[in-house]
T-cell receptor
Framework: AQTVTQSQPEMSVQEAETVTLSCTYD???????LFWYKQPPSRQMILVIR??????QNATENRFSVNFQKAAKSFSLKISDSQLGDTAMYFC?????????????FGTGTRLKVLA | NAGVMQNPRHLVRRRGQEARLRCSPM?????VYWYRQLPEEGLKFMVY????????ESGMPKERFSAEFPKEGPSILRIQQVVRGDSAAYFC?????????????FGSGTRLTVV
C-alpha cells in the first residue's frame, strides 16, 4: 500500500526567507503524480504544485518549487520569499490510478507559520 | 464559473441523528469524489461517483454511510445515526472526466460536529 509521510508537524519561517517542507512516499508504482496542497484557515484546499513521476525536471510555480528525487522517493516543497499569506497547513499527496479513477493519498500535513 | 459548492459549511448533530452533506460540482463536471479529514490528519478517500452511479466506495464505512449523485441535483453524502467519531471535515471534489490526473478542484468542505 502507498503511504505518504510528512515528518515535520510544524515549521516557522521569517517573512522573505526561504523554507523547505519535506515529504517522502512509498510505492511500487512507476507511473504516478505528486502534489502539494495548501489549506489556509478557511479550509479551502488549494493546489500549489504538481509533479509527474516520469518527468525528471522539477516543477516550479512562481515562488514555489519542488525537489523531486524519484529513487529516494522524496518530494520536498521549497517556498522562496515567504509571505504572511503563505501561513497554512501544507499537504503532500500521491495520486495514482486505481479502480477506474485517480485517487489521492495525503500525508498528515505540515503547519507552516510565516512570522512578520 | 462557480467552483465546487458544498453546504452547509458547518453542521452540528446530536448522536443518533442523521447528517446530510451536499455537493454541487463545477459546471460541466460529472465525476464527484468525497474525502474525509479527521482532526490533525490528511484527507482520506471515501467514494467516487458519476451521475447516477457509484463507481468506487472502497473508502466508505460499510454501515451508516451512503452516497448518491442523482441525474438532477447535487451529490449527497448521508450519515445515519451519527456518532462522535464521525466528527470531521468532509470535502467534495469534482472533475470533468475520470482520467483527471491534473488535480481535482475541491470544495471548502463541511465541518460536521457530533455532540
Amino acid at each position: 500500500a502507498q503511504t505518504v509521510t510528512q515528518s515535520q508537524p510544524e515549521m516557522s519561517v521569517q517573512e522573505a526567507e526561504t523554507v523547505t517542507l519535506s515529504c517522502t512516499y512509498d510505492t511500487s508504482e512507476s507511473n504516478y503524480y505528486l502534489f502539494w496542497y495548501k489549506q489556509p484557515p478557511s479550509r479551502q484546499m488549494i493546489l500549489v504544485i504538481r509533479q509527474e513521476a516520469y518527468k525528471q525536471q522539477n516543477a516550479t510555480e512562481n515562488r514555489f518549487s519542488v525537489n523531486f528525487q524519484k529513487a529516494a522517493k522524496s518530494f520536498s516543497l521549497k517556498i522562496s520569499d515567504s509571505q504572511l499569506g503563505d501561513t497554512a497547513m501544507y499537504f503532500c499527496a500521491f495520486m495514482k490510478r486505481a479502480s477506474g479513477t485517480y485517487k489521492y493519498i495525503f500525508g498528515t500535513g505540515t503547519r507552516l507559520k510565516v512570522l512578520a | 464559473n462557480a467552483g465546487v459548492m458544498q453546504n452547509p459549511r458547518h453542521l452540528v448533530r446530536r448522536r443518533g441523528q442523521e447528517a446530510r452533506l451536499r455537493c454541487s460540482p463545477m459546471k460541466g463536471h460529472s465525476h464527484v469524489y468525497w474525502y474525509r479529514q479527521l482532526p490533525e490528519e490528511g484527507l482520506k478517500f471515501m467514494v467516487y461517483l458519476q451521475k447516477e452511479n457509484i463507481i468506487d466506495e472502497s473508502g466508505m464505512p460499510k454501515e451508516r454511510f451512503s452516497a448518491e449523485f442523482p441525474k438532477e441535483g447535487p451529490s449527497i453524502l448521508r450519515i445515519q445515526q451519527v456518532v462522535r467519531g464521525d466528527s470531521a471535515a468532509y470535502f467534495c471534489a469534482s472533475s470533468q472526466d475520470r482520467d483527471h490526473n491534473y488535480g481535482y478542484t475541491f470544495g471548502s468542505g463541511t465541518r460536521l460536529t457530533v455532540v
